[in-house]
Nanobody
Framework: QLQLVESGGGLVQPGGSLRLACTASGFTLDLYGVGWFRQAPGKEREAVSC????????YYEDPVQGRFTISRDKAKKTVYLQMDNLKPEDTGVYYC???????????????????????WGQGTQVTVSS
């Protein structure tokens, strides 16, 4: 089974940057989509950005469009989330997930499917505060 491990979280001031990494083990990522999701205290989980590993198709939710960039390194089996111009409302636990049956857009948008995805990581904390 594909296993995912997130890293790169931390404490940053508003306007700062962080780069998260989601590294896979167990199987190649070539046939999978990978998505980043986040959950703030007291709030529901929300999608952030998703990517098709094969063709690099990307999807971004409106709150992060233009500030976050998702990318993948197939050789390293890693998907990155570059987060720039961070805001306090970006604070939360960030999770990555993999899925082989839907496109990047559907992977992020179809929240009713999230719990069925093939694999989820354990999460990494991102705190944006002055």
């Amino acid at each position: 089974q594909l296993q995912l491990v997130e890293s790169g979280g931390g404490l940053v001031q508003p306007g700062g940057s962080l780069r998260l990494a989601c590294t896979a083990s167990g199987f190649t990522l070539d046939l999978y989509g990978v998505g980043w999701f986040r959950q703030a205290p007291g709030k529901e989980r929300e999608a952030v950005s998703c990517i098709n590993i094969v063709d690099d198709t990307q999807y971004y939710e409106d709150p992060v469009q233009g500030r976050f960039t998702i990318s993948r390194d197939k050789a390293k089996k890693t998907v990155y989330l570059q987060m720039d111009n961070l805001k306090p409302e970006d604070t939360g636990v960030y999770y990555c997930a993999s899925e082989s049956t839907v496109t990047a857009t559907a992977m992020c948008v179809m929240s009713s499917l999230w719990d069925r995805y093939d694999s989820w990581g354990q999460g990494t904390q991102v705190t944006v505060s002055s």
